[in-house]
């Protein structure tokens, strides 16, 4: 019975949540599992779901940054429209990849990793 109890509080706490929230998941996550990913979805209205591949487990959260990165523009696209429309500020220059640059912000010491 406590189980059953448990579901009905998620699902009525999840239900006052603003409606349409991104869910993400990790398909090999055994943290946060799919179906768990998939509850939470399916309790917040108007939620979306996606489930991104990755062979790392919980860590695919942290190191899946492209598909990450990718579902949340894409998210944002529908979402807030004007925005990526050009009537906000203009993210079409701004880069969307993930490469490696050897630039500081704030004057720190480089360092070339790969002599770790």
């Known amino acids: 019975m406590e189980g059953l109890d448990e579901s009905a509080a998620l699902a009525r706490i999840l239900s006052t949540v603003p409606p349409g929230a991104l869910v993400i998941g990790v398909e090999s996550d055994g943290l946060f599992t799919p179906n768990e990913q998939r509850e939470i979805a399916g309790h917040i209205p108007g939620a979306e779901l996606t ?5 790392d487990g919980h860590d695919g959260f942290l190191l899946e940054f492209e598909q990450i990165n990718r579902h949340i523009l894409g998210f944002l696209k529908k979402r807030l ?20 640059t050897r630039t500081s912000t704030f004057g720190e010491a480089e360092v070339d990793v790969t002599m770790w």
């Open 51 to 55: 489930i991104i591949s990755s062979p």
């Open 81 to 100: 429209p004007e925005i990526y429309e050009g009537r906000g500020a203009d993210v079409s220059e701004q880069s969307t990849s993930f490469e490696v």
